[in-house]
């Protein structure tokens, strides 16, 4: 099993800025994306950021610009820094880790991003 435990996260004004970190734990071994994901109030889960192993990214167009994914591999640790945020972001953010040896992903328990208009 893999645990993710996140921090960061909270209430920002428009404009504003937060950061948001995962620690993954546990069988790391063949962890290889790491990244974030986000759920809005009556919204299916949507992707917002993918980084690999060998540091390969992939953003959701909507935050391509704003947000930047960024990766600690030998902390197997996740960070997603959000700039000019605005109120279409609030969601809550899951982390996600892909691990290639386990075959299956593994889910945080998901932080509240709320940004105010």
């Known amino acids: 099993q893999v645990q993710l435990v996140e921090s960061g996260g909270g209430l920002v004004q428009a404009g504003g800025s937060l950061a948001l970190s995962c620690a993954a734990s546990?069988?790391?071994?063949?962890?290889?994306?790491m990244g974030w994901y986000r759920q809005a109030p009556g919204k299916q889960r949507e992707l917002v950021a993918t980084?690999?192993?060998?540091?390969?990214?992939n953003y959701a167009d909507s935050v391509k610009g704003r947000f930047t994914i960024s990766r600690d591999n030998a902390k197997s640790t996740v960070y997603l820094q959000m700039n000019s945020l605005t109120p279409e972001d609030t969601a809550v953010y899951y982390c996600?880790?892909?691990?290639?040896?386990?075959?299956?992903?593994?889910w945080g328990q998901g932080t509240q991003v709320t940004v105010s208009s």
């Open positions: 996600n880790a892909e691990n290639t040896y386990l075959r299956r992903d593994f």
């Open positions: 546990g069988s790391i071994f063949g962890i290889n994306a």
């Open positions: 980084i690999t192993l060998t540091g390969r990214i």
